[in-house]
């Protein structure tokens, strides 16, 4: 072990032993030949990549929290197996974040004290297998879920200011252990070129600001409207999906529109159902288990009506809120039966919102009978057809001819030379700000779906999105302006003040420890003449 420069023997011990899995006596002969090779600074400079690489896989982990609920409806229609996977998500990504910041701090305290960064063998071990887990996890999601890359795009005209802010700190605060390495070192080169890596870095940091661009850098007096809520399935969170609990619970929420999907029973009644099969929103495994795996629309509607479609909601707990519910409602789910078309447009007349619905499946051989059935019932329902929001595709210009009220909303884009399409739904990582603004200037009513987390609300809400549509409407109702919202002049003010500081904070590091170096040079010059002395006199 090294002499101890600055840091106490027990304390310097104590990390060798974290760090190095093995209990380092003071004893000159078991310090003898323990220094930091240039091995061992490549573990450390891999150590601080693997680092930084699981950092930014908890940053996408947080991001697509807004979508994870899809995951795990994807993962039970293939193995039939409900579980939060994003709690296992978490707990697996903190403990390898974790992990890798603790032996990071260790290393850098070393460095501090002077001592040897011997990694052991099993950190050196589990930080390979550390690395292969995140690279997996970002494959898979490359493969998989790569619509997500575009969320984290996204994601970033949120969180970037404040990002570049502690990624400047981060970098400030490393100066004090690359100040004392290079003090220390006496490999010329090798601090030439760290200093210059360190200097490129940090004046790229903060240069940075240039190319970061938000929807919320602007003056309070420009923000457009909150956007409208649409309750998707109705309140998930609150009931289950596609009831009318679930309707009732989006009414008190302030959606303007119920957004469900309608399927249509082998009796020609319309009904409310997402899934292709009915294993997941209701206990059909139990009343009907020789035809559980059939398609939804396989059912008459007698059938449909002997189902349970609430217990599921408390069984599974597809969300968090779901162990907050009043014993009033746990009563009411466990009521809750598959509604008709017939009757969510009757509730929806009563409670003055609107309708808008997807007609599943739409491969059925039957469709367009599907279309006409759907058509009927809406027609002889009473409800004003300006309330109806027709999603279809197929059989559009029929729908338009025979009931031209309906309002047509379109899954794409606006094709080039088309007449303005006066609604659009798509997904949220389909339209950038800049496209939203010009929609919006167009007089082109922009719905996006799903949004749940507010940075990401408050994203669309600054771009100027006429609604969204979204699982937690109960928590975008409270949001009474977005997370943030900063005027340039602000913003340039924070990004020149979190610069020189930075800049002043790094320039003390190197001054300071700098002072520190040549005291402790003095003092080993004045021993090693003393020990000369009394070497000289011993010989005498």
């Known amino acids: 072990m090294a002499d101890l420069h600055g840091c106490c023997r027990p304390c310097a011990t104590c990390l060798l032993c974290l760090y190095s899995c093995q209990w380092i006596t003071a004893k000159k002969e078991k310090r003898k030949g323990l220094r ?31 979508d994870f609920h899809n995951f795990n409806e994807f993962v039970f229609k293939q193995r039939k197996l409900w579980l939060d996977w994003s709690l296992v998500l978490l707990i697996g990504t903190a403990v390898l974040i974790t992990y890798s910041a603790v032996l990071l701090v260790l290393a850098l305290c070393l460095q501090l004290c002077g001592q040897p960064l011997k990694l052991h063998w099993l950190h050196k071990t589990l930080l390979i297998l550390t690395a292969l887990v995140v690279a997996a996890a970002f494959t898979g999601l490359g493969i998989k879920w790569a619509e997500e890359w575009r969320s984290a795009h996204i994601s970033l005209q949120a969180t970037g200011p404040f990002l570049h802010i502690g990624i400047v700190g981060g970098m400030t605060l490393l100066a004090w252990p690359l100040a004392s390495f290079i003090y220390r070192t006496r ?6 070129f760290l200093l210059l890596v360190y200097c490129m870095v940090m004046i790229a940091l903060y240069l940075a600001p240039l190319g970061i661009t938000s929807p919320c850098i602007m003056e309070e007096n ?36 119920f957004e469900t999907d309608v399927m249509v029973s082998t009796d020609g009644v319309p009904f409310l159902m997402h899934d292709e099969e009915l294993t997941r929103t209701t206990n059909v495994q139990d009343v009907f288990p020789e035809r559980a795996a059939l398609n939804s629309t396989a059912f ?41 078309l017939e009757q969510v447009l009757e509730a929806a007349k009563q409670s003055n919102i609107s309708i808008m619905f997807d007609l599943r499946p739409e491969n059925h051989s039957d469709y367009q009978s599907f279309v006409n059935a759907t058509l ?74 799903v949004v749940n987390q507010p940075w990401l609300f408050s994203v669309l809400w600054c771009s100027g999105v006429t609604s969204v549509t979204t699982n937690a409407c109960q928590v975008l109702k409270e949001m009474k302006r977005p997370i943030w919202l900063l ?54």
């Open 376 to 449: 009927e019932v809406i027609l002889q329902s009473g409800i004003p057809l300006q309330r109806v929001l027709w999603l279809p595709d197929r059989f559009r210009e029929q729908v338009k001819q025979q009931a031209p009220d309906i309002q047509q909303i379109y899954g794409r884009k606006r094709l080039q030379n088309e007449e303005p399409l006066l609604h659009v739904n798509l997904p949220y990582q389909n339209m950038s700000s800049e496209e939203i603004r010009q929609y919006r200037q167009d007089n082109i009513s922009v719905n996006l779906y």
């Open 487 to 540: 005027p340039s002049s602000t913003y340039l003010m924070i990004w020149i003040v979190a610069d020189c500081t930075s800049f002043l904070v790094i320039l003390w590091a190197f001054l300071l420890l700098k002072k520190c170096s040549q005291r402790r040079q003095s003092a080993e010059s004045e021993t090693d003449v003393l020990l000369t002395k009394i070497n000289s006199l011993m010989h005498e």
């Open 222 to 257: 420009q923000l457009p409207p909150k956007p409208a809520l649409v309750g998707h399935r109705g309140a998930p969170m609150l009931a289950p999906e596609n009831t009318l609990m679930s309707l009732r619970k989006a009414v008190d929420c302030d959606v303007q529109v």
């Open 187 to 192: 490999n010329t080169g090798l601090k030439v």
């Open 36 to 66: 930091t090779t240039k091995c061992d600074c490549s573990w450390f400079l891999f150590l601080f990549c693997v680092f930084l690489f699981t950092l930014v896989w908890l940053y996408f982990t947080i991001i697509i929290l807004n």
């Open 300 to 340: 008459n509607w007698t059938d449909l009506q002997q189902l349970d479609a609430g217990s599921w909601f408390l069984e599974r707990r597809p969300f968090p809120t779901v162990q907050s519910l009043s014993a009033e409602d746990r009563d009411q789910v466990t009521e809750q039966r598959i509604p008709s």
